[in-house]
C-alpha cells in the first residue's frame, strides 16, 4: 500500500508540474452574469485578484494556474498542521508565486481577513454561507455561491460554477474531462467494484451502535461513489429525498442493510472490532465479511469528500480501498 500512495503521488507531482498557467486563449464577453441560490452574480470584467471561503474552492483557480490571495486555513485531514492539505501544497509549489493568505473559519468566516485581501470575486460554489455571509461577503467583492443548497454543490457543479466566476468556463470543462478521464482509468483496473453497492455511515461512536446513520445520494461522498461506478442500497435511495442529507435506521432493524456490499465510515481499528463483536451489528453482511473502509482525520479520508485536486491525487488508494473491501471474506 505505501508503494501503491508513493506511485500515485509521484503521477500526481508529475501531472501538476506538467501543467502551465492556464490562461484563458478565447475572448471572454463581459459582463458575466451568474445564477445561484442567493440570486444572481455579475462579473463586469476578468478577475486578477481571487479569494475562497470555505472548502475546496480554491482548489479551481490553482487547477486553472491562478494561485488565490486568499483561501480557507484546512481544518481535517491536514496532517502537519500548516493549515494547508499536500495536494494544494504540491499545486501551490508548482505554480510559485506569492502563498496565499489563509482564513481562519473555525468560528465562521473571517470578513475582514477576506477583506484585507482586496479580492476581485469571491468563490464560493461548495460552502455552507447562509444569506447573511453572502451579503455580508458581496459588499467586498462579488461572490459565487453554491447553486441550491449548502455543502451539495458536487465536484463538477463547484468546477463550472468557479470557473465562470473566473471567466475561464471553457477551461472548467476541459478539467472536468480530464478528470473523469482519470477516474475511467482507475475504474478500468477494477472490474470487481462493478455492480457493488456501498453505504457511507456517517461517524459512529463504539459506544452506542444502536442507531446507524448514514448518507444519502444528496452528499457530495455518496455522489463520488456513482463516478467509482458503486451504487447505492435500497435504505439509502428511500432516505434520499429532496434536501434530506442523511437517514438512520434502528441497529435492531440491521436486516434492512443486507444489500450492502461495502461500509465505508470514519473511525479506527477499534471500531471495526466493535462492529464486528456487536450482537446486532455483526450480523449486517458487510460487517461479517469484513467489507469495511475505515477512514481517517488523514488526506485518504479526506478526500473521501471529494475535491477538484484531491480527486486525482487519492483516486487510486481510495480504490484500492473499496476494491479490497468488495473482495474481502473475513
Known sequence: MRFLRFATHLVMAVWLLAQAPAQSAETTDYPITIRHAFGTTVIETKPK???????????????????????????????????????????????GGAPPVLFD???????????????????AAYSGIGQADYDTLSQIAPVIAFPQAPWSTDWRE?????????????EGEALI??????????????????????MFITHLSASDLSIINFYTTNDTRVKFFGDLGLASPKSVLQA???????????????????????????????????????????????????ALVMLGNDPVGNAANPTPL???WVLKDYVARLSEAATSRK
Open 49 to 95: 485578484r481571487v479569494a475562497t471561503v470555505a472548502w475546496a474552492n480554491h482548489e479551481v483557480p490553482l487547477a486553472l494556474g491562478i494561485v488565490p490571495v486568499g483561501m480557507a486555513r484546512a481544518n481535517f485531514g491536514d496532517d502537519d498542521g500548516d493549515g494547508i492539505l499536500p495536494w494544494v501544497k504540491a499545486r501551490l509549489d508548482a505554480l
Open 105 to 123: 473559519e473555525g468560528d465562521g468566516i473571517d470578513f475582514e481577513a477576506v477583506a484585507a485581501t482586496r479580492p476581485d470575486v469571491i468563490l
Open 158 to 170: 463547484t468546477i463550472r460554477l468557479d470557473s465562470a466566476g473566473l471567466g475561464m468556463a471553457t
Open 177 to 198: 474531462d480530464a478528470i473523469e478521464s482519470d477516474i475511467a482509468g482507475t475504474l478500468a483496473g477494477h472490474p470487481e467494484l462493478k455492480g457493488k453497492t456501498a
Open 240 to 290: 434520499s429525498q429532496p434536501g434530506k442529507y442523511s437517514g438512520s435506521v434502528s441497529a435492531e432493524q440491521i436486516d434492512a442493510f443486507d444489500d450492502v456490499d461495502i461500509l465505508v465510515t470514519y473511525g479506527d481499528r477499534a471500531l471495526f472490532e466493535t462492529l464486528k463483536s456487536n450482537p446486532l451489528t455483526r450480523h449486517m453482511p458487510a460487517v461479517a465479511k469484513g
Open 310 to 312: 484531491s480527486i486525482r
